[in-house]
Nanobody, 120 residues
Framework: QVQLMESGGGSKQAGDSLTLECRSS?????MAWFRQAPGKEREGVMI???????YVADSVKGRFSLARPVEGNPVSLKMNRLEPQDTAMYYC?????????????????WGQGTQVTVSS
């Protein structure tokens, strides 16, 4: 079992920066950030396998980055130049399945989510 806990959400203005953190109860190689906006499907934001990025959503390229220290915890989603379209519940996820770690990977552990609201 893996427990995931997100932190760092909040309300920001467009153009601001915000960092979300995900702490896991143990090291797990394949981890990700997803988000779900009201009325929309959940979408992948960034995925990391070990210390290598394997997926970045087009909508956040150049604005968001993912950091993971040597000890593996926390996995931090650094969001710059926030836009109102970034408003969503952000979820940390992890996959314990062997094999690839990318947008098609099934993620079997999820955090409770942390809300990010960006106003114009």
């Amino acid at each position: 079992q893996v427990q995931l806990m997100e932190s760092g959400g909040g309300s920001k203005q467009a153009g601001d920066s915000l960092t979300l953190e995900c702490r896991s109860s143990r090291y797990i190689q394949c981890m990700a950030w997803f988000r779900q906006a009201p009325g929309k499907e959940r979408e992948g934001v960034m995925i990391i396998s070990g210390y290598m990025l394997t997926y970045v959503a087009d909508s956040v390229k150049g604005r968001f980055s993912l950091a993971r220290p040597v000890e593996g915890n926390p996995v931090s989603l650094k969001m710059n130049r926030l836009e109102p379209q970034d408003t969503a519940m952000y979820y940390c996820a992890a996959s314990s399945f062997a094999g690839t770690c990318n947008i098609t990977t099934p993620f079997n552990y999820w955090g409770q989510g942390t809300q990010v609201t960006v106003s114009s």
